[in-house]
C-alpha cells in the first residue's frame, strides 16, 4: 500500500491469478530536468551519460524484477535515478540502496510517517541541526550537525 509521499513497502508477492503475474503498468516516461552544467558535471563526476541513462535504469529495473520479486517498490525511471546517482550508477550498490531504504521505512515507520518540516519542528529547534546562512562558492548549502 502506497503511503502519503506515494512510497511502497515491501509487502507480499503480486498477486497473481492461475499462476499468471500481471505486470505494473509502465512506469513514466523520464524527462531529464538537469542544466547543461550539470549534465557535465553529472557524467564528469557520477559517470552518468544522458545517451545511457533510461538503459542504466532499465538494469537496475530489471534487477529489481528478477532477484527481488516480492520487493514493492517504485519502478518509475525518476525514483531509480536517484539510487543510481547516489552509487555512481554502479548496479549492485544502487540495488543495495534501494533495499536498504526499503528496510529502513519497515523497521521505522514512525520516523518516516508524515515526514515534513512541520512534524519535526521541535527538533530542529533544539539547535542540533543548523544550515550555514551562506551558500558555499558553488551555491550548495550546507547542513551542519551537532551531536
Known sequence: MADQNGHIDLGPP???VAGVSFPAPPPPIYACTLT??????AREELQEKPEWRLRDVQALRDM???DHP???TRLDDAFLLRFLRARKFDYDRALQLLLNYHASRKA??????????????????LG????LPRPDPNGR???????
Open 14 to 16: 503480486r498477486e497473481a
Open 36 to 41: 547543461p552544467e550539470l549534465v557535465a558535471k
Open 64 to 66: 529489481i524484477l528478477k
Open 70 to 72: 516480492n520487493l514493492r
Open 108 to 125: 521505522w515507520p514512525e520516523v518516516f510517517q508524515d515526514l515534513k518540516p512541520s512534524t519535526v519542528k521541535h527538533v530542529l529547534d
Open 128 to 131: 542540533f541541526l543548523t544550515v
Open 141 to 147: 548549502y550546507i547542513l551542519c550537525l551537532r551531536p
